[in-house]
Every structure is written in structure tokens, then in C-alpha cells.
């Protein structure tokens, strides 16, 4: 069955320093991968998304996340995170037309 | 991407009772969904709603517990029936705009349930 494991459930870092969000997936077929960003109180907002291709792929607000098929891995980061980044992050595998969620990390950002 | 509202944003409501949540979009989608986020979780899938069809439930959920309407392509309604307060969590409807072959889903902002 497809699964979505974020290891880390709360990350804190300082503003303006690097950020990398852990995410692996298990899925037999080609994977569907994406990252969802939750602010307070509000929907889910699509950062990215990965099907084909390139490995590293570019998303909004800055956020790159870069596809490993040998670690079963598709990581985001940002080089340099902003106070308004502090928000709920779901990693997610497309199976078929459906969508498995990991935990979610929450990210807190130190002034 | 696609507009996609929810009514109520958030209810208070007694255990027992049924709330119905709506979900519109924009543009004409044939997918629709509906999650289920309960306090400090990940979100579950409750059911797909195809317009023309009926909805199909995923394991854990059943369509008397949460009937679902789908009358045309641009909105869907969830009720969520008998309510306990186990069912306090955030619901939010999702929309597949069929983009190629690699379905991209684009969420509502969410229904916010606390029922005491």
C-alpha cells in the first residue's frame, strides 16, 4: 500500500537560515509527488509538484524539492526561510486519481 | 488552479444533530473530494464524488454516516450526520482539474466542526 512518512513532526529554525523538510514515500509505480503548504486556519495550498523529468523541481514562495527514486525521497527546502513560512507542511503521493498524506511537519520560525 | 469556496468556515453544533457543507468551484470539474483533517492529523480521504455517479466511500467511512450529493460539475455537499464529538475536525473538499494524466488536487479552505 502507497504511505508518505514525514520523520520530523516540528522543526524550528531561526529566520533567514536554510530549511530542508523530510519526506519519503512507498508506492510500486512511477510516484505522483507533492508538497502542500497549511497555514493557520486555512486550506491546503499546492507548493509543488513532481510527475516526470527534471528531478528538482520548483515551486512557489521559493521552495525547491528534489526527487531521489534510490532514497525513495522527495525533500523540500528553501535557502532562506522568511517568518511567514511558518505554517503546517504535508508531503503527499498521488495513487491513481487519490492522494496519501504524511503527518505533516510543522515548521516554527525563530525571529 | 481553481476557486474553490466552503460554506459554513467553521460550526458549533450539538451532538446528535447533522451538518450539511458546501463546496463550489469556479470551473466545471468532474473529481471531487472530500477529507477529513482531525485536531493535529493529516488528512484522510472520506469519499470521491464524481458528478453522474455515486460517490465512492474509502474504507472506515460509510455514505450514512456521511451521505454526499454531486449535482452538477461545479458543487458538492458533504453532510456529516448523527454527529458526536469525535467528529470535531476540519473538513475541506478538493478538485481535480484532469491537467494531462497526473491528477493535481487544489483544496478548499476548509469547514471547521467542533461538535460538543
Known amino acids: 500500500a502507497q504511505s508518505v512518512t514525514q520523520p520530523d513532526i516540528h522543526i524550528t529554525v531561526s529566520e533567514g537560515a536554510s530549511l530542508e523538510l523530510r519526506c519519503n514515500y512507498s508506492y510500486g509505480a512511477t510516484p505522483y509527488l507533492f508538497w502542500y503548504v497549511q497555514s493557520p486556519g486555512q486550506g491546503l495550498q499546492l507548493l509543488l509538484k513532481y510527475f516526470s523529468g527534471d528531478t528538482l523541481v520548483q515551486g512557489i514562495k521559493g521552495f525547491e524539492a528534489e526527487f531521489k527514486r534510490s532514497q525513495s525521497s522527495f525533500n523540500l527546502r528553501k535557502p532562506s526561510v522568511h517568518w511567514s513560512d511558518a505554517a503546517e507542511y504535508f508531503c503527499?503521493?498521488?495513487?491513481?486519481?487519490?492522494?496519501?498524506f504524511g503527518q505533516g511537519t510543522r515548521l516554527t520560525i525563530n525571529p | 488552479s481553481a476557486v474553490i469556496s466552503q460554506k459554513p468556515s467553521r460550526d458549533i453544533c450539538q451532538r446528535g444533530t447533522s451538518l450539511t457543507i458546501q463546496c463550489q468551484v469556479d470551473?466545471?470539474?468532474?473529481?471531487m473530494f472530500w477529507y477529513r483533517q482531525q485536531p493535529g492529523q493529516s488528512l484522510t480521504l472520506i469519499a470521491t464524488a464524481n458528478q453522474g455517479s455515486e460517490a465512492t466511500y474509502e474504507s472506515g467511512f460509510v455514505i450514512d454516516k456521511f451521505p454526499i450529493s454531486r449535482p452538477n460539475l461545479t458543487f458538492s455537499t458533504l453532510t456529516v450526520s448523527n454527529m458526536s464529538p469525535e467528529d470535531s475536525s476540519i473538513y475541506l473538499c478538493s478538485v481535480d482539474l484532469g491537467q494531462g494524466a497526473a491528477d493535481t488536487q487544489y483544496f478548499g479552505p476548509g469547514t471547521r466542526l467542533t461538535v460538543l
Open positions: 503527499a503521493v498521488g495513487a491513481g486519481q487519490k492522494l496519501v
Open positions: 470551473s466545471q470539474v468532474t473529481m
